[in-house]
């Protein structure tokens, strides 16, 4: 179908000319579409086909002795000048069925009115679905790109572990950590380093574990370890490094190693 008929016929142009709501222009933009687009002339006679069936299945029906007993009642009126009366009686008739046709329809215009009040909520309620349908939509999107990135950075992750250059640590415990075992991955050529945390012993709760990558003199903080870290993760590459090794500090890590309670060595020569 057309853009420009789909545009028209999802602006509510064509329910607005249905139930009379539309201005002098609109109503003649509505004509003409109706007359030159057979699409929406069907869309329109489906409408009024609809509204029909809605009119008919919510109309009060006027009870039948009303008239008849209106009209009765002018039977048994006096008769003065028969000519003229029949001619008023005529003509009162009209009005009278007039007055009840008009009731009748004003009864079934509000039923309408209250049907397209409920095809509106029911729209509006359509729309905050979609709505969210879109937001459901956009958040799973949210979730495949967050997901995607993710394994962007396993696959990097990955790549690096089977580089030829990348050489594997395994770092274990002394007596006073017998269950600490770490892994680290340094790839001199590429300038990384990783840490794999396998498991790491308890600690009092003002206590942690630090790990230290020692030069020549002097021990440079590579940060601490905690249960968290129990995944790959890139630590501070140290240019020549010596040695690693990992200490136990005061809670939140410290300046300088305290090799007195260290608890993990290896050399990287």
Known sequence: MDEKINTFLDSGLLEKYLIGTTTIAETEQVETYISKYPEVQNAYNTMQFNLEVIAKSNAIEAPKDIL??????????????????????????????????????????????????????????????????????????????????????????FVKLNDPETYKYIIQGNNRASKLKTVAYINPREKTSMIDVVSLPELPEEQCFQIWAELQGKMVSLGILTEEDRQLRAIPYTEDALALNITIEPKGGNSIASLDNSVAHISLQ
Not at 111 to 123: P, V
């Open 68 to 157: 008849k007993a209106v009209l009765d009642e002018l039977d048994d009126t006096p008769v003065v000048n028969i000519s003229t009366f029949q001619k008023y009686k005529s003509w009162y008739k009209i009005g009278v069925a007039a007055c009840v046709a008009s009731i009748i329809f004003a009864g079934t215009s509000f039923l309408f009115f209250k049907q397209n009040q409920k095809l509106s909520n029911y729209n509006h309620l359509l729309s905050e679905e979609n709505q969210t349908v879109v937001d459901e939509l956009f958040d799973l999107r949210s979730d495949i790109e967050e997901n995607n990135a993710k394994l962007d950075a396993v696959m990097q992750q």
